[in-house]
């Protein structure tokens, strides 16, 4: 009998408490009575006009005519308006404009505009957040609340007190014209979790929300705007579906909720009548049995789904008396302000009615400051409306959202570059640059374009892997996203092919796989949403594994792929794109690295150059500078190619070198005369590879060999040359130069002749001669193919190479000098060491030319104990091996093969490096540099030997340093 009695006190308590919760008014404010007191003593002093007049807001837009624009002043004035809601335009016009109107009006305007995505969905020059629906796949509500927030605080800045957001309307119908992407989706659970986080986000900074379009526009194929949409539901399916996210978000106190125009027979029984003048929608169950405290909001009343069911003027008043609070876009606010007016004095609308509705207006002011009203400032205004912090969570909504559907043999991400051959297709009407771009910047992409079926597939037959992107309008959430008919046939043809696999990423909106009936050929599905450079980029980056895929589908977009479905894939450590604010950097702070490479540039330091940054493995800045060659006419871009000179040694020898050492087959304490017997009588004998590539075998630092093939004119000695190959002159130095492939011989037999010099630290190229002949005898290959295959190819550089003039144009490679000495011409293409190129090409101290991002990719594994893009190419202890000082007490700073930072005052750093780092410099004007400890890979490219080696001025100038520093101080956390 207690436990009876226990349980239904429990009940009444649930009950009661629910009910409690339900009543809480989202009006109210902290200072409630003085909130009371002002909108009392307001509402006292207001004539029937001005009473009347605060129930209507209407519609003006920034961008309309003067004349149009002075008609709603004079309306404001003559009809003492409650509020205004601008539609398209300008931020700064609108601006002026409500310090304009609330100029002249007697109580604050209450401020509103659809912003459900950001005020860009209204105005340009402002910012646009993901859609709904993008939002939808998010599974941290947490982002979608950061969504809200910032939406919010833009609004507020621009004058707006209420948005009109968020659209809870559950997309259960995929061809639905006018909700789609405004929705958060079809899971009522997921609609309501991220109505809740977007309303919160809002309203803690001070605008209200609106709940729209009640009681649920998401199953229909009709747009409001143009007719009467119909849904014929019972009370049940209703209740469970689309009334579900209002319910909630009632209980978690939403301060206003909008009815749409719909026409729902189990809510009203009269035929064919709009929800928004139902009184048994809006009065009795809205109000009375949902217990509705807020302020209740129509769907615009000039739209067609409403303007027929009665003739002007009728509309509002019809909207009124069903129990709107405030009645948007009437078509002509002076015959429904006289309406309403005949309605009170006849006694039709009561004073008690009138006050309901009046006092929430006015409550809703008070809440949002305009008890306090003051001018929105226009200074700064573009800027505050598109921060850096909007760039920031943007990026990672979308980063969050993209959502992998469908991924057969765990393709993705894609691993093994080494092995694939990828094409890119196109298929949509839109932009798809930057994902082109970003994809290539991972791996060699081919884009393939056709005309029918067979010509692809003639083309793709040579690929293993093929990407197609469906690219469509990212310009609104309503503009088309299906494939074309073309489109529908060639994706399952190529899908069906047996030479590669294929992956499809759709950026639109996911009900575009409906268009297809069986996807079971398709490998692999990303969902991206939308078609930004945003999604763009972060689409190929998941692709790449440089993130995660982490989104759930927000709505069914196939039979096969049900609504929540999504895949999770993890990252495998490749580098990424983002802007320094992510990582912890300044933008601020790094643009002085722009002023600092153009101070190189006007000081005649180099004529171009190339720098990237990255930290945390995102890369947050890549510039080029200036031109190939001072009278150049083409520009630096990020793809050109730069002769790095000896950081040869740390991205070609190394790696090699630190192979075979893992590999048993080399150790550190290894004597010259074990790596070259025919050393054993030589002076270098006991030189160990150690004491080498510390630079403390008192080795010279290098030898001119060309010197001693020139002949009595300083010029190449036909002995050692001829103009063109043959079976015993096959070593080319430079177009019409090939060297005797004795001399090969000549220049061990020349290193081995030499003496050693004083027990200090000395610089050393020739150690790396002897460590090249070393590998390429132990694995009988030379170093470029055992460094194409063992490193470049399976880490992704596609722009690093020996020899790049066998690969890339001419044009695509910087020059490093005007050769008067040796090689008489302009050296562009070849390598610039006369030793390396005496070697054809590949040296083990010189040889290598990249792009920065190349560079950048192998520093980066480095500095991830030798892990990246899903390979581990070495093992921690490795790197730590070779990145250790071992005579810093002997007053040599360098690691084995690495460079280090200074042991005193000056050195190779800027001296704000931690212990742990390490890089190369290179002789033409090349740097880089990565420190575990702050995450941080900085490259620097310059070819400041053009046109003469002579110029030292980027030496004196300390200038890669300093743009070091300037990293350095751009930390912010």
């Not at 932009?431 to 029918?452: E, H, M, P």
């Not at 399952?492 to 297809?516: C, G, H, W």
Request: hydrophobic share 40%; glycine share 6%; proline share 4%.
């Amino acid at each position: 009998m207690k436990q009876q009695k226990f349980a239904v006190l429990s009940i009444a308590f649930f009950l009661f408490l629910n009910v409690s919760i339900a009543q809480v008014d989202p009006l109210l404010t902290s200072d409630s009575l003085a909130q009371k007191a002002w909108v009392n003593t307001t509402y006292d002093s207001m004539s029937l006009s001005e009473k009347i007049g605060q129930l209507f807001m209407v519609s003006v837009a920034s961008d309309q005519s003067k004349i149009a624009t002075d008609k709603i002043k004079a309306q404001i004035k003559n009809y003492h308006l409650g509020g205004v809601i601008f539609s398209k335009g300008g931020p700064a016009r609108q601006a002026r404009l409500t310090n304009d109107y609330q100029s002249v009006a007697k109580i604050p305007l209450l401020i509103g505009q659809d912003a459900e995505w950001g005020l860009a969905m209204r105005l340009d020059s402002t910012f646009s957040y993901p859609w709904n629906m993008t939002l939808g796949a998010i599974q941290k509500d947490s982002i979608v609340k950061a969504v809200g927030r910032s939406i919010g605080k833009h609004a507020k800045r621009i004058g707006v007190h209420i948005n009109f957001a968020p659209d809870l309307d559950i997309n259960n119908n995929a061809k639905n014209p006018i909700i789609g992407n405004r929705s958060f989706g079809e899971d009522r659970q997921n609609v309501t979790r991220k109505g809740i986080a977007f309303l919160q986000g809002m309203e803690s900074v001070g605008v209200l929300g609106s709940g729209k379009h009640f009681p649920g526009h998401g199953d229909t194929a009709t747009d409001s705007h143009k007719d009467l949409p119909f849904l014929d539901f019972t009370q049940e399916r209703l209740d469970s579906i689309e009334l579900y996210p209002f319910k909630k978000l009632i209980d978690t106190g939403i301060s206003s909720i909008m009815v749409g125009h719909l026409s729902i027979p189990a809510m009203e029984p009269k035929a064919g009548f709009p929800s928004s003048l139902s009184k048994n929608i809006i009065t009795d169950y809205l109000k009375t049995e949902l217990n509705y405290k807020g302020m209740v909001l129509t769907d615009a009343l000039n739209m067609q789904g409403v303007r027929k069911y009665a003739p002007e003027g009728e509309v509002e008043l019809a909207a009124f008396m069903a129990g709107n609070d405030m009645l948007l876009m009437p078509v002509d606010v002076a015959s429904a302000h006289q309406k309403l007016t005949v309605a009170y004095q006849k006694g039709k609308i009561s004073e008690a009615r009138l006050e309901a509705s009046v006092k929430k207006i006015l409550k809703a002011k008070y809440k949002v400051g305009l008890a306090n009203y003051k001018p929105v400032p226009l200074e700064n205004l573009i800027a505050d409306l598109n921060t850096i912090e909007d760039d920031l969570l943007y990026e990672t909504a979308i980063e969050n959202a993209i959502t992998v559907v469908k991924n057969k043999f765990n393709l993705l991400p894609l691993r093994k570059l080494d092995n694939k051959k990828i094409a890119y297709v196109k298929f949509g009407d839109s932009d798809n640059t930057t994902y082109v771009n970003t994809l290539k910047k991972y791996a060699a992409v081919d884009v393939i374009t056709a005309k029918d079926i067979a010509e692809y597939r003639d083309k793709i037959r040579h690929y293993n892997f093929v990407i197609i992107g469906l690219h469509r309008s990212n310009a609104s959430p309503w503009k088309a996203h299906s494939f074309t008919e073309n489109e529908k046939y060639w994706v399952q043809e190529i899908a069906r092919m047996r030479t590669s696999n294929t992956v499809l990423t759709v950026f639109t909106k996911p009900y575009a796989l409906l268009d297809v009936q069986d996807w079971e050929a398709m490998d692999g599905i990303l969902v991206a949403y939308q078609n930004s450079k945003v999604a763009q980029e972060k689409a190929a980056e998941v692709l790449f594994g440089a993130i995660g895929a982490k989104g759930r589908l927000p709505v069914t977009a196939h039979p096969s792929f049900k609504v929540n479905t999504g895949i999770t894939t993890k990252a495998i450590a490749r580098l990424g794109f983002s802007r320094p604010e992510r990582v912890g950097l300044s933008s601020t702070g790094l643009a002085q690295v722009d002023s600092l490479v153009q101070e190189g540039l006007d000081s005649l330091m180099f004529p171009g150059a190339q720098v990237l940054i990255s930290r945390k493995g995102k890369v947050v800045y890549h510039k080029s500078f200036g031109k190939p060659t001072y009278d150049s006419k083409d520009s630096i871009h990020n793809n050109y190619l730069f002769d790095l000179a000896s950081v040869t040694k740390i991205l070609g020898t190394l790696p090699l070198v630190m192979k075979l050492e893992e590999e048993g087959k080399l150790k550190l304490d290894y004597t010259f005369q074990e790596l070259i017997p025919a050393y054993a009588e030589s002076e270098l004998k006991d030189v160990t590879v150690l004491k080498a590539l510390s630079h403390y075998g008192r080795l010279p630092a290098w030898i001119a060999f060309y010197l001693s093939t020139l002949d009595e004119n300083r010029k190449p000695s036909d002995f050692y040359y001829r103009k063109t190959p043959s079976k015993d002159y096959a070593t080319k130095v430079f177009d019409g130069l090939y060297l005797s492939n004795a001399y090969k011989d000549s220049i061990y037999n020349r290193i081995g002749r030499q003496e050693l010099k004083s027990n200090k630290y000395r610089y050393s190229d020739v150690a790396y001669y002897v460590m090249k002949k070393y590998v390429e005898d132990t694995n009988k290959q030379r170093i470029d193919t055992l460094l194409t295959d063992f490193l470049l190819k399976p880490i992704g550089a596609t722009h690093m190479a020996y020899n790049p003039l066998d690969q890339f144009p001419r044009d695509s490679i910087v020059p490093t000098e005007e050769d008067n000495y040796y090689r008489y011409k302009r050296v562009q293409g070849y390598v610039h060491d006369m030793g390396a190129a005496m070697q054809g090409g590949v040296g083990g101290h010189a040889g290598l030319f990249s792009n920065a991002l190349d560079v950048a990719k192998i520093m980066q594994m480095y500095i991830q104990g030798g892990y990246y893009g899903g390979t581990r190419f070495f093992d921690a202890r490795t790197i730590k091996k070779f990145n250790t000082c071992y005579f810093c007490d002997e007053d040599v700073r360098r690691g084995v093969g690495f460079d280090k930072p200074q042991l005193k005052n000056s050195g190779p750093t800027c001296g704000c490096v931690s212990k742990e780092s390490f890089g190369h410099s290179g002789f033409t004007g090349t740097y880089t540099w990565a420190d575990p400890e702050e995450e941080i890979v900085y490259v620097f490219l310059s070819n400041r030997t053009y046109p003469t080696m002579t110029n030292n001025l980027l030496v004196k100038s300390g200038l890669r340093t300093r743009i070091q520093q300037a990293i350095y101080d751009s930390i912010i956390n």
